[in-house]
């Protein structure tokens, strides 16, 4: 089974950038779309963002136009810059399957913190 691991999440400014990574045990491609999640205390887990395998992308309205999400199918990685970052942008972040249907299992997860 793909096993996901998240990564380059941290403590940043209003303002600052980050930029996550979600690197996969097998192949993206078989996956379909990808999509990134986050999950702030004591709420549910939401989907900020999502790509399709061939690049198509969309995302929340909170996020748009700060964050961007790619991928790389041939190293089987997701990526999520995240720019203009906000208070309420401060969650656990996590990657998977864009469509419910296709998840696997979730990973730990990235935290990041938007604060002053």
């Known amino acids: 089974q793909v096993q996901l691991v998240e990564s380059g999440g941290g403590l940043v400014q209003p303002g600052g950038s980050l930029r996550l990574s979600c690197a996969a045990s097998g192949s993206i491609f078989s996956i379909g779309a990808m999509g990134w999640y986050r999950q702030a205390p004591g709420k549910q887990r939401d989907l900020v963002a999502a790509?399709?395998?061939?690049?198509?992308?969309r995302y929340v309205d909170s996020v748009k136009g700060r964050f961007t999400i790619s991928r790389d199918n041939a190293k089987n990685t997701v990526y999520l810059q995240m720019n203009n970052l906000k208070p309420e942008d401060t969650a656990v972040y996590y990657c998977?399957?864009?469509?419910?249907?296709?998840?696997?299992?979730w990973g730990q997860g990235t935290q990041v913190t938007v604060s002053s």
């Open positions: 790509i399709t395998s061939g690049g198509s992308t």
């Open positions: 998977n399957a864009a469509l419910s249907g296709n998840f696997r299992g």
